[in-house]
Nanobody, 127 residues
Framework: QVPLVESGGGLVQAGGSLRLSCAASGRTFGNYRLGWFRQAPGKEREFVGVISRGGLNTRYADSVKGRFTISRDNAQNTVYLQMDSLTPEDTAVYYC????????????????????WGQGTQVTVSS
C-alpha cells in the first residue's frame, strides 16, 4: 500500500497559479512513477502528467504542456504539480497516483497504469 494525500487545491482566478502537493507514507516511494490526473464534473478522469521514479523524466498531456510542471522530492516522499496560466478549463478534482515499476510505461497515460490513488483535491479557476 502507498497511501497518498493531496493538498493545495483551492480557488484561483484565470491566469493565476497553484501548486499541488501529494504526500506519501512508506519507505518505497522512490520505487513508483507518480502521475497526476484530473476529473471535471460529468467527464472521465484524464491524464495530466507523470514523473519517473528518479525524477529525471516527465510527460504531460498536450492540454497542460508548457503550463504545468511535475517534480518530486523522494527524500520527503512528496510529488508536486505546479500549475501556471490557469484557465477555467483546468477546473477539476486533481488526483495523484502511484505506478509500480512492474507496470509498463506504455500505459502511464491511462488510469489502468496506476495502482494507488489519493482522494483528490479540488481546483477551481474563475474567469
Amino acid at each position: 500500500q502507498v497511501p497518498l494525500v493531496e493538498s493545495g487545491g483551492g480557488l484561483v482566478q484565470a491566469g493565476g497559479s497553484l501548486r499541488l502537493s501529494c504526500a506519501a507514507s512508506g519507505r518505497t516511494f522512490g520505487n513508483y512513477r507518480l502521475g497526476w490526473f484530473r476529473q471535471a464534473p460529468g467527464k472521465e478522469r484524464e491524464f495530466v502528467g507523470v514523473i519517473s521514479r528518479g525524477g529525471l523524466n516527465t510527460r504531460y498531456a498536450d492540454s497542460v504542456k508548457g503550463r504545468f510542471t511535475i517534480s518530486r522530492d523522494n527524500a520527503q516522499n512528496t510529488v508536486y504539480l505546479q500549475m501556471d496560466s490557469l484557465t477555467p478549463e483546468d477546473t477539476a478534482v486533481y488526483y495523484c497516483a502511484a505506478s509500480p515499476a512492474r507496470i509498463s510505461s506504455e500505459i502511464v497515460t491511462t488510469t489502468g497504469g496506476y495502482q494507488f490513488w489519493g482522494q483528490g483535491t479540488q481546483v477551481t479557476v474563475s474567469s
